[in-house]
């Protein structure tokens, strides 16, 4: 499991990180079995793509190491 370290040196753990946004996400990410059918990609696609600018925001601040960042994003990809 990948951790990420932010300035106060307290641990953050990536995968606890929602990929969507609003009231009762889901901690986990949705399996490949929980996703909705295709029509709904519009809306899942654009909560990936917030949850990298998001990222890449934290890797501006320093919370975020190249390397962490990379590897969540192309988790997050790899699921479109």
């Known amino acids: 499991m990948q ?3 932010d300035r106060a040196r ?19 990410p949705p399996s490949r079995d929980d996703r909705p059918p295709a029509s709904g990609g519009d809306a899942r696609d654009a909560d990936i793509f917030a949850t990298i600018e998001r990222l890449a925001g934290l ?19 790899g699921r479109l």
Request: no cysteine; glycine share 10%.
């Open 10 to 28: 307290q641990t953050l753990d990536v995968a606890s990180l929602p990929v969507g946004s609003g009231a009762g996400a889901s901690p986990r």
């Open 59 to 77: 890797q501006a601040k320093g919370i975020l190491s190249a390397e962490e960042f990379a590897a969540k994003k192309s988790e997050l990809l």
């Open 3 to 5: 951790r990420l370290t």
